[in-house]
């Protein structure tokens, strides 16, 4: 009699899980392809604006990242090294700036040349007001090698914002 090993693969959270089921157990599990980063000041850092109508990117190299698995960062720059897939991106920041000024975030893939859908305009109450700009973006052509950066704009104004809080999730959802 021969014996037949089932082998059964299934994402739970995008961990892959591999399971013997003539024996049981899990013979393996992988960290799913993620990154997070913060940044977390009560005082805040200014951020000038020279020109309106103009994206700045923020730099990350101020962002505290415990996690970058098959990400990299450097300076303003997030580097997706994992499997071409889809991948899921969150970014939350929290703000101050002149009232009545209207402040624009994107996220964009610098190897593609545009945007990822959907940017987020906020208008800022006053200077002593924190307001939260967030991004729920989704690129479906996410490439080995694609380079991304948050970026923000003063559409209303050249006048600075102050930054208080910023939070970065990026995560392969599938390939």
Not at 1 to 13: G, P
Not at 88 to 98: D, N, Y
Not at 159 to 173: G, H, W
């Amino acid at each position: 009699m021969k014996a037949i090993l089932f082998i059964t693969f299934l994402f739970l959270n995008s961990i892959l899980i591999a399971q013997n089921l003539t024996g049981g157990g899990i013979t393996e599990a992988q960290e799913p392809t993620h990154c997070y980063g913060y940044y977390s000041n009560d005082v805040g850092t200014v951020f000038s604006f020279n020109n309106s109508n103009f994206f700045y990117a923020f730099s990350t190299a101020n962002l505290t990242w415990p996690e970058l698995h098959n990400f990299t960062r450097s300076d303003s720059t997030i580097t997706f090294n994992g499997a071409t897939g889809h991948l899921r991106i969150e970014a939350f920041v929290t703000i101050a700036g002149t009232n009545g000024n209207d402040i624009q975030m994107r996220l964009y893939n610098i190897t593609d040349g545009a945007e990822v859908p959907t940017s987020q305009l906020q208008t800022v109450t006053g200077a002593g007001n924190r307001v939260i700009l967030s991004l729920l973006c989704y690129d479906i052509n996410a490439n080995t090698g694609d380079r991304y950066k948050l970026q923000i704009m003063n559409v209303s104004a050249t006048a600075s914002i102050t930054i208080y809080r910023v939070m970065v999730f990026m995560q392969l959802i599938h390939m």
